[in-house]
């Protein structure tokens, strides 16, 4: 079956523009998280969403926002970016959200500029 | 969550086990212990988790000490492919889809 799928791969900003990023989980999983990587900070949680609603969130500003649609499929927006937000942005996705393995994609890489 | 500690770096010869050690000492008794890990530029991958008990799949096994504060990942014979960043991850329960990962170990294996 299809692995988790996130659009685009790579993507070039300006600061104080915002970005929407995609994340289409594996079919049937119901939780999708949300993870930056920066070689300062490694893996950071965001956020997870579960039956379109928000479970769980990290420690990032307000800045960083995201939704799920019905379909499972999920998106985070970043508004006003700034030079620190460039990142390797990555999701994953699971069956439940609990002690299920969970699957990543290959990550979108965000350079702002 | 109770916090892991792992080496930042370990060598392995290829066709040898690769034995990466975890220390989580704050470990409580419903949490679990997840390996996952990251090959470069890639997202993470799954290995194993377990509780309490001894896990083997066919990627790894891991052992989990018996009071529960350390444990290791064995990969039987590691390839060059197995050259990666490994996390040893602690979950508990209300922390539903959330990993707290840390600096994990850099495994190289080497020809």
């Known amino acids: 079956k299809a692995g988790v799928t996130q659009t685009p791969r790579y993507l070039i900003k300006t600061r104080g523009q915002q970005v929407t990023l995609s994340c289409s989980p594996i079919?049937?999983?119901?939780?999708v998280s949300w993870y930056q990587q920066t070689p300062g900070q490694g893996l950071q949680f965001l956020f997870e969403?579960?039956?379109?609603?928000?479970?769980n969130k990290g420690n990032f500003p307000g800045r960083f926002s995201g939704r799920q649609f019905s379909n499972s499929r999920s998106e985070m927006n970043v508004s006003t970016l700034e030079l620190g937000d460039s990142a390797l942005y990555l999701c994953?996705?699971?069956?439940?959200?609990?002690?299920?393995?969970?699957?990543f994609g290959q990550g979108t890489r965000l350079t702002v500029v | 969550d109770a916090k892991t500690t792992q080496p930042p770096s370990m060598d392995c010869a290829e066709g040898r086990a690769a034995n990466l050690p975890c220390n989580h000492s704050?470990?409580?008794?419903?949490?679990?212990v997840y390996w996952y890990r990251q090959i470069h530029s890639q997202g993470p991958q799954y290995i194993i988790h377990?509780?309490?008990n001894n896990e083997t799949n066919e990627m790894a096994s891991l052992i989990i000490t018996e009071d529960r504060k350390s444990s290791t990942l064995i990969l039987p014979h590691a390839t060059l492919r197995d050259t990666a960043v490994y996390y040893c991850?602690?979950?508990?329960?209300?922390?539903?889809?959330?990993?707290?990962f840390g600096q994990g170990t850099t495994l190289q294996v080497k020809p």
């Open positions: 994953a996705s699971s069956l439940a959200g609990d002690f299920t393995e969970a699957f």
């Open positions: 079919s049937g999983h119901r939780s």
């Open positions: 969403y579960f039956s379109e609603t928000q479970r």
């Open positions: 704050t470990i409580s008794g419903n949490e679990y």
């Open positions: 377990g509780l309490k």
């Open positions: 991850i602690v979950r508990g329960f209300g922390n539903t889809g959330k990993l707290i």
